[in-house]
């Protein structure tokens, strides 16, 4: 039996035996269709996929679109709710049924953030315990600690209000992209949330540049601060940032990234409701103590 309610979204790039062992472990639940963007990749991965899983809708944009390859993948999607899916992760049987029958039940719920557990050992991501301890205050009715952004790789979102939100900005490709779209959710209305029940199992790849990705989460957070926060709000992040992040190439190519794009983040500037600046101003003071996943590391 399938399970309609949730596609499953996967973005790639030279990743061909990592995508392939996601693939497989896709291939065992019942919720379908699985759609793949090939970002470019040039080690054989769209011959191996339509070799091995014929079934899966795969898109090759010519190109590596980053994170807007989600977008893409999304408009191919007639689900009502979409998962995404690293190349390096997959979900656990029982995890996207169970997400989407919280959505089912909740109509103001955008999205459900999993439960991370790293492979091969089988041990919880660090990442888990500040979601579990969220500091973003929620409504009564939430299933789950409400959360200010979320984990594109364990999240089941709804189609509809991703598209309507515009998906993932182009400018910010990947590393730390969700916080921007996130954001925009909850200008809409809708909520986030945690649920610490449902599993997804993260296989980190070791094709991977950390450098560049830290270099993104950077550049990343100021713009994002600067298209959405007050100006106060905006100006204490950057120096926290400034006087935290390390003294290298890296840091100072983001600075330097963020600011040549100045004129587009100012025409694109767009204030948070005081109501979610609140809430973001709540998680800001809990990252900041924050040992599982920073930018600075």
Known sequence: MTDPRTGVVVITHNRRPELLRTLDRLAELPEQPVVVTDNGSTDGTAAAVAHRHPGVRLLRPGRNLGAVGRNMAVRHLSTPYVAFCDDDSWWAPGALSGAADLLDRHPALVSVTARIVVEPGGVDDPINDELRDSPVPGPGWLPGPALGSFLAAATV???????????????????????????????????????????????????????????HGIRNTLWFSWLRRPVGSALRRTLHLARTVPRDTASLRAFAEAAAALPWVLGERRVVPAAVESRLRALEHAQRRSTARRYTG
């Open 157 to 215: 979102l709804r189609a509809d209000a991703f598209r309507a939100a515009g998906g993932f900005h182009p400018r910010l490709w990947l590393g730390g992209e969700e916080e921007l779209l996130a954001v925009d959710l909850a200008t809409d209305g809708w909520w986030l949330t945690y649920a610490e029940h449902l599993t997804v199992h993260h296989q980190p790849s070791v094709v991977r540049d950390s450098t560049l990705r830290r270099r």
